[in-house]
């Protein structure tokens, strides 16, 4: 096996499962709660549930295997895909098809956005949202994965093996979010970021360019034709660069993934130029080598600046992360202008233009790995489902639509009303009452004492102004010592010291 000798930078993408990413859902119980399950379709439920269980377990890290996802995904998808297909039509396309089943708006699915900074969920009951909201997490598992294979310590490179597995990875993932592209067009007006076109497109383009990122360095490493490289490379800036400009509702997208995007695409134009400095000093010339060697450095600045701000969003990332990959890039521009300044100087003696030579046309190598929806389960007996009429009896029990969830995470930060949970009362504790009962006797004295002050220092408050404002301060504080008794009582019982805040109604339109 070849021994490389390059170092990557690739983006570690958040586990769109993880960290209250969805709600789990028991199928049976909401069946249950319709009145539409029976003893027939009760073991799919149930099956259903345990599936989609197992999946988003699988999602939760990176560390699960391959085929663990993959297994698992291909169950889920099997079982999920009865509830796409018309009791009379069983060769409709999963996933893209229009709302031709009754089975479809009847389940209720919960997600928060993977690509966004929204802070609540989404729900909707419509089936192909939780296709796309599935697919999304697991592109995004793949993506994590692959960075995190290519991502070494200091001094340690990734092997040939790690680096086909990558592209491989990103291959797929590139599949699962051509295949979301095909069903959002269903998902209309949905309020997600997941299911919005631009972004989606956007993060298709990316994967894309992480993956061919890999054979540009890989073909710069085995030096191989420099044209072939700055064709390659040039195509890897145009996707990045591309992916950078999606288009997104205000500034809801992550601005780290973004700033990420910007800095990739300018380090590729670099190399893009340089090895395009190199094929034209293949050619003899020697002064367009020059000019463009010039403008890969200035490029390449440029693009150490915007890795300094990709390093500032949150969450703050280390420059070493990327210190190797940047000295690599560094290291072949300066190489490579030397060689070019030298063999013109001594050789070609051609005048270097001010105009800066023609690139040569993109070329891509990498492609999507096309994703195929599986099939029905055929272990599911359907004859169950025909006993049900979904649609009469879901009837004004499922909410169509879209519905925002709000709090910090998918079905967190609420309490049962609705309220903040963070600012609800909370139960008294025993210790607390056995504290104010000990301190009573501290607790008189403190009060008397701020009856005393009080007492002196509002004859100065009302008569002598300049002296009365200069002991605000203190006056505040004797309050403190008035109300202290009525603050431990209302602290041991739980509840808070301040009143909540009524809120401001809008101003009328």
Known sequence: MED?????????????????????????????????????????????????????????????????????????????NHLLIPSANADVEAGTSPDASDLNHVFRFEWRSGLGNESGAVASSDVRYEIVSILLSVALWKARKAAESCTKAAGVRPTATEISQAYKWYQEAAGLISHTLKVIPHLQDCPSLDCNRSILEGLLKALLAEAEGLTVLRAATKRSSTSLIASLALDVHQLYESASSMQTPGETCHKKFIAYLHYKSECFKAYALIFHANARLEEMAGGDAMRLAQESKTVFEGACTLGNAYDSFSPATSFGLRSEFQSDLERTI???????????????????????????????????????FPPPDSTISRDGFAKVDWKTSTEGKVTPGYEIVKGTEAGAGKTEEGGDASSSPKPAAWWRWLIVFLTIPLLAVVTLLGVIVWIVLLPVKFICCPIGCAAQMLWNVVEWLIKAPLRVAMWASGKPWKPESVPQAPPAS
């Open 4 to 80: 490389l000798i390059f170092h990557t930078h690739l983006f570690i993408f958040p586990l769109k499962s993880a960290q209250g990413g969805t709600t789990p859902i028991d199928f049976q119980q909401q069946a249950s709660n319709l009145g539409i399950s029976t003893k027939q379709t009760e073991p799919f439920f149930k099956a259903l549930s345990e599936t989609r269980s197992a999946l988003l377990g699988f999602l939760e890290n990176a560390d699960t295997t391959q085929d663990s996802v993959n297994s698992a995904l291909t169950s889920y998808l099997s079982k999920l």
């Open 334 to 372: 300066t190489e490579s202008t030397a060689k070019a300044e030298k063999d013109n100087h001594g050789v070609y003696l051609q005048q270097m233009p001010e105009l800066l030579p023609e690139m040569p046309e993109s070329k891509r190598l990498v492609k999507q790995e096309e994703f195929v």
